[in-house]
């Protein structure tokens, strides 16, 4: 069974940029959650998609946004990026909704210039 | 940003060492989930505990969740080192899934 995965490995952009990061989740799994790390510190959680639907999100500027595709796969989008939106960031995917155990993909590391 | 306390923040032991991180919430939980996430990798899902005093063992790894349900440990006996990487709980609330800020572990050989 193939991992969530997510592409691209490293992003390099400059502020003001507009960054797009993508994710397949494991197949069969209908529910996607993004997440923010910054360096050396926890995971903050981004959004949550669930059947091509935003079904919540935390506490990120409206300049984070994304959305979930037909085959489930999902985008995040950063609008006019900030040298603190530099983070690792990770996408996981759950069978279903509730408090199910979230697989995670390797992430994408974005680099703010 | 919203997170639930761990501690310690950081632990070094020697290899062999008994090891315990600890997850404080200031509301009862109805579950927690434990994650590990090893140095340049993603967090991989360890567990879940749902029963009030519920413990659970996984080899050298024990589990627990409170009583009162506002607290869970983890517990490695006999550290390798192997069980070097970053401890995270994480509870349910309000439809999202809030990580604790993580025990950094590292083992001395």
């Known amino acids: 069974e193939a991992g969530v995965t997510q592409s691209p490995t490293h992003l390099i952009k400059t502020r003001g940029q507009q960054a797009t990061l993508r994710c397949s989740p494991i197949s069969g799994h209908t529910s996607v959650y993004w997440y923010q790390q910054a360096l050396g510190l926890g995971l903050q959680f981004l959004l949550w998609?669930?059947?091509?639907?935003?079904?919540n999100r935390g506490n990120f500027p409206p300049r984070f946004s994304g959305r979930q595709f037909p085959n489930y796969s999902s985008e995040l989008n950063v609008n006019a990026l900030e040298l603190e939106d530099s983070a690792l960031y990770l996408c996981a995917s759950s069978f279903g909704t509730g408090f199910k155990p979230q697989h995670f993909g390797d992430g994408t590391r974005l680099s703010i210039l | 940003g919203q997170q639930v306390m761990q501690i310690p923040q950081y632990q070094h032991v020697q290899e062999g060492e008994d090891f315990t991180t600890y997850c404080n919430s200031s509301t009862t939980l109805s579950n927690i989930q434990w994650y590990k996430q090893r140095p340049g990798g993603h967090p991989v899902f360890l567990i879940q505990?749902?029963?009030?005093?519920e413990v659970k063992k996984q080899k050298r790894l024990t589990f627990q969740f409170g009583e009162a349900k506002k607290n869970s440990s983890l517990h490695i006996t006999a550290t390798q080192t192997t069980d070097v990487g970053t401890y995270f709980c994480?509870?349910?609330?309000?439809?999202?899934?809030?990580f604790g800020t993580g025990t950094r572990l590292q083992v001395f050989p």
């Open positions: 998609y669930d059947e091509g639907e935003e079904r």
């Open positions: 505990l749902v029963k009030s005093g």
């Open positions: 994480a509870e349910e609330n309000t439809d999202k899934l809030i």
